[in-house]
């Protein structure tokens, strides 16, 4: 198990903080709109890849820029700081909105990816099953919907929400209403997927009050060749609430 | 010296029947139903407001306010340029006050059309306020509070670009694209109406208003905030070249007149009440959407809120705001003093508030005009005391 190193790096003016643990083939995860999960989780993956945990701008410890509006001003970005890190081609996973962005990067750049794991993304339209509109959600009540089991989720938690808690939560938010207040949902996005031409696995709980499960079904649609996985008794962070689906992610990509 | 003193008469017309099991809902803006809506009883209540607000006229005021709010029993006025278009033909001399429409929830163009016509209309009368808009007009309307600032910034550069330049002209903004900016009818007043921006006073407001010379309406703050924002104004105005002048500072103020001082308060009192806990209610979330406010602000009010216990506390908020209700004297030289404190003439009255009747409304307007504003008229100069103290 490696220990990740905490690295800055200024990406095009945006300070861009990047954790790095494990050597082996390189591993890019994408984390959601909020930053609560933290990635020791991904340390699972580090005695076989080198796995490199970005901070994307807006949120964690990496620096702000109001003028990204739009998820394609993330994949720029990531082009830019992949560029920097000389890392040609690299496994991708992604949760949530950042399942959405690495759907969205593998769907323009498919072959810089030797494999895509999406946990839980976001990005479908689906007037059945839609996403719950997590921008109107009241703050205090995010954190029981993300997990199916809390506890899991408390000890990430301040016992009672501090100021500096709240202010971080509230950054966040603000940097995902920059990107969707007005359009949720880009009606474009899956017009693209089947550009993805890497194996890719997608892993769900089959208990998620975010993102609901059902989605899997449209994913099948537009990637028809994904390995889904759908887990029993979790909720939206599947990683954090099931060790064994991000021991299903390194056998995949291993 | 200072120049004559200006009363207006500001009103919400909120829609005063409040359903019995209104307390269980936390806030009564944004997600409070429009099934308790009944339009039966809103026309009652336009007709009743717009008499109060032509009263206003016939009495002396020499301006009467009207603003904009959504999805709420606090306000009738998700359209108030409608308001005034109907006020205009029944008034004479009142100033009419769009204090206003958040230009981010109105294409500019028709904002600088709607305003001229105002303009026109009522031989040039208008004064218009540029508010960003509550938290909770953005969760009611299709506009980002994340982009808020920036294009309420690009928003008032359009209008004023359409009041002062012979059209057509071009503007290619990060908002806005318009490719014959050219809107008639153009206001009477020249170069435009007078310009307020009207807010809580968050710094960048302050620098909106100090960079374009308006005035600045600050509301809901406290008298000492009040008097920090002023000065921070004129600093901040003088750094680009402006003077403000005190009547382009407005004091926002609630006051009630009555006979004796037990009467008063025991006829206004419970009105008072109503508005801050229950028309006012609305939750931490609806006041700041994410990217509404800068992280610092919002750290800045998520304390100030923690700090904010028990309820309704009427000595605690006499003490804090523009509140004076009493006698014809006490509401008199409260005003003289605030007037004084803030180095303003500008009064800005709320003459109504929550479920208060008519005719305490038409009470109030009276004895302000006829027996408190001919104290305060009488002043020649800023500091001078008036004969009943």
């Known amino acids: 198990m490696g220990k990740f190193q905490r690295e800055t790096l200024t990406v095009d003016g945006v300070k861009t903080v990047v954790y790095t643990a494990g050597s082996g083939e390189p591993l890019v ?124 989720l408390k000890k990430r938690l301040p016992e009672k929400p501090d100021l500096d808690f709240i202010g971080d939560r509230y950054r ?43 989605q899997t079904e449209t ?29 299903a992610i390194g056998k995949f990509l291993g | 010296m200072m120049s004559a003193l200006r009363f207006n008469s500001m009103h919400f017309m909120p829609y005063a029947h409040l359903p019995a099991n209104q307390k269980d809902h936390k806030s009564l803006w944004v997600d409070f139903s429009n099934k308790h809506y009944d339009p039966d009883k809103g026309h009652d209540l336009y007709q009743r407001y717009l008499k109060e607000l032509v009263l206003a006229d016939q009495l002396g005021f020499d301006a009467v306010v009207v603003n904009e709010h959504h999805n709420t029993v606090y306000s009738m006025m998700p359209a108030p340029n409608l308001i005034a278009a109907a006020i205009i033909p029944q008034t004479k001399n009142v100033r009419i006050c769009v204090w206003g429409t ?30 960003l808009g509550t938290g909770m007009e953005y969760w009611a309307n299709p506009a980002n509070p994340a982009t ?18 012979d059209g057509p002209t071009k503007h290619f903004g990060q908002h806005y694209t318009y490719r014959f900016l050219n809107p008639w009818p153009r206001p009477m007043q020249k170069p435009n109406p007078p310009c307020y921006i009207v807010g809580t006073g968050s710094p960048e407001t302050i620098e909106i208003a100090a960079q374009l010379g308006f005035g600045y309406a600050s509301v809901f703050v406290t008298k000492a905030r ?31 007149v009555a006979e004796t001082q037990e009467r008063a308060e025991q006829e206004y009192i419970p009105h008072l009440q109503r508005f801050f806990e229950d028309y006012l209610r ?11 406010l800068s992280v610092d602000q919002l750290k800045v009010r998520a304390a100030a809120a923690d700090k904010m216990h028990g309820g309704f506390n009427f000595e605690m908020l006499n003490q804090a705001f523009f509140i004076s ?52 008229r009488s002043r020649t100069g800023a500091g001078q005391r008036i004969a009943a103290e």
């Not at chain 1, 966040?172 to 207040?181: F, S």
């Not at chain 1, 990637?223 to 962070?237: C, E, M, S, T, Y």
Request: aromatic share 10%; charged share 25%; net charge negative.
């Open chain 1, 29 to 152: 995860f994408f984390h959601g709109a909020g930053t609560v999960d933290g990635h020791d989780f991904a340390e699972a993956w580090t005695d076989k890849f080198k796995v490199i945990v970005p901070y994307h701008p807006g949120f964690g410890e990496s620096g702000d820029d109001p003028t990204f509006t739009d998820l394609h001003d993330y994949v720029m970005h990531y082009l830019e700081l992949f560029d920097m890190m000389k890392l040609d081609r690299f496994n991708l996973v992604g949760l949530s909105l950042g399942g959405y962005l690495a759907a969205k990067f593998a769907s323009e750049h498919s072959h810089r990816i030797r494999k895509l794991a999406l946990i839980a993304p976001a990005g479908i339209l689906d007037d059945q099953h839609p996403m719950a509109d997590i921008l109107a959600i009241p703050g205090e009540q995010i954190p029981g919907m993300l997990v199916s089991n809390f506890d899991v």
């Open chain 1, 172 to 214: 966040e938010a603000t940097t995902t209403a920059r990107l969707l207040w007005e359009h949720p949902i880009d009606p474009k996005f899956t017009r693209h997927l089947r550009r993805i031409t890497v194996p890719t696995m997608i892993l769900w709980g089959d208990e998620d009050k975010l993102i609901p499960v059902q």
């Open chain 1, 219 to 247: 994913w099948r649609k537009f990637l028809p060749k994904a390995d889904i996985q759908v887990f029993k008794g979790a909720g939206h962070l599947v990683h954090l609430e099931k060790p064994e689906a991000v021991a």
């Open chain 2, 102 to 131: 958040p230009p981010n929830l109105m294409m500019p163009n028709r904002l600088a059309e709607e305003y001229a016509m105002l303009d026109v209309m009522s031989g040039g009368r208008l004064e218009v306020a540029f508010p």
């Open chain 2, 148 to 165: 808020a600032r920036d294009r309420f910034k690009e928003s008032l550069k359009i209008i004023l670009q359409a009041w002062h330049e």
């Open chain 2, 226 to 256: 009040a008097k920090e924002l002023n000065e921070s104004l004129r600093e901040r105005a003088a750094h680009y070249g402006f003077t403000i002048r005190p009547e382009q500072l407005p004091i926002l103020n609630f006051v009630y």
């Open chain 2, 282 to 292: 609305t939750s931490p979330q609806y006041l700041a959407p994410p990217g509404y």
């Open chain 2, 325 to 376: 209700v009493g006698t014809p004297e006490k509401v008199a030289n409260d005003m003289g003093s605030w007037c004084d404190e803030m180095q303003t003439t500008h009064l800005n009255c709320v003459t109504h508030v929550a479920d208060m009747p008519h005719w305490k409304a038409v009470k109030n307007l009276t004895l302000l005009a006829e027996e408190v504003f001919p104290r305060l």
